[in-house]
């Protein structure tokens, strides 16, 4: 049972409700998972001209994407196709953390798209209503993990080990703070004092009336030497699913289909958090600690399973209409993490552990320390939330047409199940941080003789509930164009991505430090098919 999977830290977005008490008590982070894996979007894994359009394909047909957005999208192919859509993604973040903004990037190859769709229509001069339809196998991305974070700055308010002396005074039970107190960070003294001996070193007593805890370091340590605080955190993995749908056609003016999709997960995160460089108010270096690390990996992989029909009408012969609902994703989910926790002291001091049978003291000579924890690891279930959509297409003759999509999402639907912990915690905090959301999409194609030409544009709503502190909407604007023959199409699409994100790598009563973070990603796709 991982109990301390985000107890020290507190996540991704989490200054939106810090302060405000919607984290149930008892909640182990759980909830977390819950959000990132049901932010899924049809624009990762679409083909390059879905891509081009912003994602926008609900009232639109004979594409591959329609096997995982509409399967009524699949009775508009009069022919069977092979095609396949790799993808490069760059993504850039700037993190800004007392004052200081730092870059960095992460790039990533993957295949977006990939699939067939055979086609058994009856003809275009067949008499009857029922035209036939398409069966397709296809394999998509829905989520991207890859990214890389790097913040530092000075904070002159308090250090994680503040956080640890609150926790451990509030009585939590928590595997950080156990680490610390064994290396030295955490006693359970009112203060310290500090005695030069002949041999030169430095004897550190702990005094007062032991009734609760205090550090060396920190706000409230005697010196009040607060530190330079360092973190990377390092983010692998996507969603994917494996999609077997059909799509009919009745009378070209009805299309309808249904599908069910095999979904994966695979996510690993490692954060190193560092802080070192303690100085006091003066500026004076403090020579007792050099340096605290802890390095924590989670990883999370498992599967899932979910279906989707939808239907689209053409009531003129210049307007389709769609619907579509895919439903709750069930998956079955392993997590595994662990963590090291290093301190670095200055070799010249000793530490006071009280006196042996003989009444003479003794001391622990303070140096370097690095412990690992065990790898805990658990399994839980979590279902996603369903997502209804609406589409409609407006047909320009011959010069092209324009998309729209709006997609209904419930982010409190979100639930867990476990017998490894309680999830009552988690599932309350889902109904309480989390929101329901509208994400719109909008294309266009201009076609001229054997090319298009796209542009799209996608905003995603904000998951979280009452956010007041930083914009947690996404928008995505993308181009593309295409070339189309009887026998082959190639199409190119370029899709900006901007969100925000607001981090804190712990918890504490007042002063909870803030990393404000911009995400940038470009994806680069290109879809090469064949009809046959």
């Known amino acids: 049972m991982n109990q301390f999977k985000y107890i020290m830290f507190a996540g991704i977005a989490i200054s939106a409700w810090s302060a405000s008490a919607q984290v149930a008590d008892g909640s182990l982070g759980y909830y977390q998972d819950?959000?990132?894996?049901?932010?899924?979007?049809?624009?990762?894994?679409?083909?390059?001209?879905?891509?081009?359009?912003?994602?926008?394909?609900?009232?639109?047909?004979?594409d591959m994407s329609s096997a995982g957005s509409n399967p009524a999208g699949l009775g508009f192919f009069n022919r069977s196709v092979l095609s396949f859509t790799p993808s490069m993604t760059f993504n850039n973040s700037d993190a800004s953390y007392f004052g200081n903004t730092i870059s960095t990037y992460k790039n990533n190859f993957n295949f977006a798209n990939l699939g067939m769709v055979f086609n058994s229509n009856k003809g275009d001069y067949t008499n009857e209503k029922f035209k036939g339809g398409s069966f397709a196998i296809t394999?998509?991305?829905?989520?991207?993990?890859?990214?890389?974070?790097?913040?530092?700055?000075?904070?002159?308010s308090n250090s994680i080990v503040d956080s640890f002396v609150e926790g451990a005074n509030n009585d939590l039970s928590d595997a950080y703070i156990d680490y610390a107190f064994g290396q030295f960070l955490i006693e359970n003294a009112d203060g310290y004092l500090y005695e030069k001996g002949a041999d030169g070193r430095t004897y550190i007593y702990p005094d007062g009336d032991f009734d609760g805890y205090t550090s060396l370091v920190?706000?409230?340590?005697?010196?009040?030497?607060?530190?330079?605080?360092?973190?990377?955190?390092?983010?692998?993995?996507?969603?994917?699913?494996?999609?077997?749908?059909?799509?009919?056609?009745?009378?070209?003016?009805?299309?309808?289909?249904?599908?069910?999709?095999?979904?994966?997960?695979?996510?690993?995160?490692?954060?190193?958090?560092?802080?070192?460089?303690?100085?006091?108010?003066?500026?004076?270096?403090?020579?007792?600690?050099?340096?605290?690390?802890?390095?924590?990996?989670?990883t999370i992989d498992g599967s899932g399973v979910g279906f989707n029909g939808g239907l689209i009408v053409r009531p003129v012969d210049f307007v389709t209409l769609g619907l579509s609902y895919k439903s709750?994703?069930?998956?079955?989910?392993?997590?595994?993490?662990?963590?090291?926790?290093?301190?670095?002291?200055?070799?010249?001091?000793?530490?006071?552990?009280?006196?042996?049978?003989?009444?003479?003291?003794?001391?622990?000579?303070?140096?370097?320390?690095?412990?690992?924890?065990?790898?805990?690891?658990?399994?839980?279930?979590?279902?996603?939330?369903?997502?209804?959509?609406?589409?409609?297409?407006?047909?320009?003759?011959?010069?092209?047409?324009i998309s729209g999509d709006v997609e209904f999402v419930d982010y409190t639907r979100s639930q867990l199940k476990s017998n490894d912990f309680s999830v009552v915690a988690d599932n309350q905090t889902i109904k309480n941080l989390y929101t329901n959301t509208m994400n719109f999409r909008i294309g266009s194609e201009f076609r001229y003789d054997d090319f298009r030409f796209r542009a799209g544009y996608a905003f995603f709503g904000d998951a979280f509930a009452n956010n007041d502190s930083f914009d947690g909407r996404s928008q995505n604007v993308s181009f593309g164009l295409g070339y189309r023959s009887r026998d082959y199409f190639i199409d190119l699409a370029v899709v900006n991505r901007k969100s925000f994100d607001a981090y804190s790598p712990y918890q504490i009563s007042t002063g909870t430090p803030i990393a404000d973070i911009e995400q940038r990603t470009n994806t680069v796709s290109a879809t090469i098919g064949f009809n046959f």
């Open 139 to 156: 394999f998509n991305r829905s989520n991207n993990f890859n990214s890389e974070v790097f913040y530092q700055g000075r904070n002159t």
């Open 328 to 401: 709750p994703t069930y998956y079955s989910l392993n997590d595994e993490s662990g963590f090291t926790f290093a301190t670095d002291w200055n070799e010249n001091y000793s530490y006071y552990n009280g006196t042996n049978s003989e009444g003479d003291s003794v001391f622990y000579d303070m140096g370097s320390y690095k412990e690992t924890s065990d790898l805990t690891m658990s399994q839980y279930n979590l279902k996603t939330p369903g997502k209804l959509s609406l589409g409609a297409t407006f047909f320009l003759g011959k010069v092209g047409f």
């Open 218 to 298: 920190g706000a409230n340590s005697y010196d009040g030497y607060l530190p330079r605080q360092i973190e990377r955190i390092t983010t692998k993995g996507g969603q994917s699913a494996l999609n077997f749908a059909w799509g009919g056609n009745y009378d070209d003016r009805v299309y309808f289909g249904a599908g069910l999709s095999f979904e994966s997960v695979r996510y690993s995160r490692i954060r190193t958090y560092t802080e070192d460089s303690f100085r006091d108010v003066d500026g004076n270096q403090d020579d007792l600690l050099y340096k605290i690390q802890i390095q924590d990996e989670l």
């Open 34 to 62: 819950a959000r990132i894996f049901s932010q899924t979007s049809p624009v990762y894994g679409s083909t390059a001209r879905m891509q081009g359009l912003g994602g926008t394909q609900i009232s639109l047909g004979a």
